[in-house]
């Protein structure tokens, strides 16, 4: 584990990360997150548990982006927060670079925080209304001791705000004096500030306006160029997914269903709620749009509370057979790198 | 029925404008507009945040908070009839009975504290003077007709026992329950989910097309517009920019900014590209709005002129306008 504290230069910091591009930085072995459910005022009772996160796996290769997809209430958003340890899992393992994240305590976990960091959707909630945004920027290189003096952190704020496309006479903006897009890149510039290898992205581009959604976008995939950047991409519009990904997981309602490259996913998807998925995005041409076959799922996604028996998209399911309504589909490789879970392929 | 099968006009909106004057200046949310809306048609609103689009359709259900809001100037003549000259009890009349409304946020634009039931009958007792019994069995017969499975049980659930998919059907049913001529649909299916999108979508075409009723829809979604609507506006700081059939709107868009918008989405039909094309900038700030064309400052296509003079809507091929001086094919100005 990295505990050394002294402060290094800016551009050396990635290198010194263990792992090295293409090898396995995160791995994720049989994630739990589960949310008890009390009845009763005075005398708490659990009573059930929300399963908003059910035993699943993967792993992101340094330097590569892992897309994760599905519908709200899947528990992509909790995946992101149980991997940063920003909600303490129930069961299951998260080792980055080695390291059991699941086992250490709160302060081994801070030193190791500056080597992950997450961008939030909601570029409103997500700023503090009354720090400037040097501020913002800069309370990560206090917190992590990062600037020798006020000077160097100045320094430091300046070309983080450069290097997100604002400009360095920005900082003593509040952010209510920025437009969504430009607060979007203030929340990246924050997560940069500590030169993190591992970001969370969670769903960083869904609370902006078409037109700005693609310069931030763009500034994501050029950010990971120039810093060997390792991203784990939350959303749930499968075109931008489909765009910045290397491989994308789709979840549903805790689990996860399939998860292949990008083209394997998009090309030739195995998993029936991947189809369903990906024929209802819409494709901004009538012509092109009336050729595709669509399928359109009945019904709602079920309570967490209370999921489904054996499979849990069996109620929704097109080629449902007996066997999904009782026995829960293993995880397997169908063919190298391509994961499904399903019965019925 | 592919377009209009009537061409009957239902809304004429001529010279429309909406101000809404704040402490920091005068915003010019819709700054002259014109459209048209036939009997049975589906006119598709697109723009971002703050070009107007939903401040046009209030405009239309005169729901502009005043103040700060105003109608400056316009007529919205519905058929035939001014609806800014008429009375707030004419006006009310029209009002969820001819023209309805469906909003965007299925969870608040519900009442909490009565049963689905009740908030479909009030406005079939109001304007269809239905008696209690009736109304009841029309609320079920509009539920099933959106699809709700078990509506005669459902109907007297509270909203908080749907899901939100299923709250906005409930919404459409009741902006259905008088049989309106026009359903303005503002962001019909933003807040939900893609696979609930699809499935309320198609709700809302089928309904269309059974009662020939004409549809606005307001959305920021170049993808949901291309699948439904026949005509698109684009808007863009409170004014129209691009006029077309959707076909043209996809494959022959005339507007620099309608192209941008296109470019800038990462389309599943088409090969990866290695980098989007955004539209570099901002949306405009509206109390201080640039001279001449409002997007010049975002536009890769500008000329001098452009810098001068604000283009109006000129026609560009059949049933096609756009407001841009320059051609965006040739790259040259106009003649």
């Known amino acids: 584990m990295t505990t050394q504290a002294p402060p290094r230069p800016a551009a050396t910091a990635r290198d010194s990360g263990k792992t090295k591009l293409g090898e396995t930085m995160l791995d994720v072995r049989n994630l739990k997150m589960y949310f008890p459910v009390h009845q009763g005022i005075v005398i708490q009772k659990k009573v059930a548990d929300v399963k908003a996160v059910d035993g699943i796996s993967f792993y992101i290769k340094k330097g590569e982006t892992l897309g994760l997809v599905g519908e709200s209430g899947c528990g992509k958003t909790t995946t992101g927060r149980a991997v940063l340890q920003l909600h303490r899992p129930t069961a299951g393992e998260v080792l980055f670079e080695g390291t059991d994240l699941t086992k250490l305590n709160s302060k081994q976990m801070r030193t190791l925080r500056r080597q992950m960091q997450i961008i939030f959707q909601d570029p409103y909630g997500s700023l503090n209304p009354r720090m400037t945004a040097g501020g913002i920027i800069g309370e990560p290189l206090v917190i992590h001791g990062l600037a020798a003096s006020k000077k160097d952190r100045l320094d430091r704020v300046a070309e983080l705000l450069t290097t997100v496309g604002l400009a360095p006479y920005m900082r003593d903006r509040y952010p209510h004096e920025f437009s969504g897009g430009q607060r979007q890149r203030i929340g990246i510039a924050r997560a940069l500030a500590v030169d993190p290898g591992f970001i969370v992205c969670d769903e960083p581009v869904s609370a902006l306006d078409v037109s700005i959604q693609a310069q931030v976008i763009n500034l994501l995939e050029s950010l990971q160029e120039k810093f060997q950047l390792t991203y784990l991409f939350i959303a749930h519009d499968l075109a931008v997914v489909r765009h910045i990904s290397d491989r994308i997981c789709v979840m549903y309602l805790g689990k996860t269903m399939e998860l292949a490259s990008r083209e394997e996913i998009y090309e030739n998807p195995l998993h029936p709620y991947t189809k369903a998925l990906l024929s209802a995005v819409p494709i901004p041409d009538p012509i092109a749009d009336a050729k595709r076959e669509r399928i359109i799922l009945t019904g709602d996604v079920p309570s967490p509370l209370r999921p489904p028996v054996g499979c849990v998209f069996h109620t929704r399911c097109p080629i449902a057979i007996d066997t999904c309504k009782q026995v829960i589909p293993e995880w397997r490789e169908a063919s190298p790198g391509h994961f499904v879970a399903c019965h019925r392929v | ?335």
């Open chain 2, 1 to 335: 029925m592919t377009t209009n099968g009537t061409d009957k006009l239902l809304l004429d909106v001529q010279d429309l404008r909406t101000h809404f004057f704040t402490q920091s200046g005068v915003v010019k949310a819709v700054d002259g507009v014109n459209w048209q809306l036939a009997e049975g048609e589906t006119l598709a609103l697109v723009g971002e945040s703050g070009s107007g689009k939903s401040v046009s359709a209030l405009t239309v259900m005169r729901l502009i908070p005043s103040p700060p809001g105003k109608i400056v100037s316009g007529k919205i003549l519905f058929q035939g009839h001014d609806i800014l000259q008429m009375s707030q009890k004419e006006i009310r009349a029209i009002r969820g009975n001819k023209i309805a409304m469906v909003f965007q946020e299925p969870m608040t634009s519900l009442n909490p504290v009565l049963t689905i039931r009740r908030q479909l009958t009030e406005t079939l007792e109001l304007h269809l003077k239905m008696n209690k019994k009736a109304a009841k069995d029309r609320a079920v017969e509009l539920l099933l007709m959106v699809g709700i499975p078990d509506a005669a049980r459902r109907v007297d659930d509270y909203p908080h026992q749907f899901s939100g998919g299923m709250r906005q059907r409930v919404m459409i049913a009741i902006a259905l329950a008088c049989d309106p001529k026009l359903i303005i649909a503002d962001e019909p299916t933003t807040a939900l989910d893609v696979t609930i999108q699809a499935q309320v979508l198609e709700v809302i075409k089928d309904l269309s097309e059974r009662f020939n009723t004409a549809i606005m829809i307001i959305t920021h979604n170049l993808g949901i517009v291309a699948r439904f609507a026949h005509r698109v506006n684009v808007m863009y700081a409170g004014h129209i920019i691009e006029t077309a059939s959707a076909k043209d709107t996809y494959g022959n868009p005339a507007h620099p900014y309608t192209l941008g918008l296109l470019q800038s989405v990462p389309r599943l039909d088409e090969p990866r590209k290695s980098r989007l094309v955004p539209i570099e900038g901002s949306p405009p700030d509206l109390t201080n709005l640039p001279k001449g064309c409002p997007f010049r400052p975002r536009c890769t296509f500008a000329i001098d002129r452009c810098a001068e003079e604000n283009p109006p809507l000129m026609l560009v091929g059949e049933k096609h306008w756009a407001a841009c001086w320059v051609d965006v094919k040739t790259r040259r100005p106009r003649p």
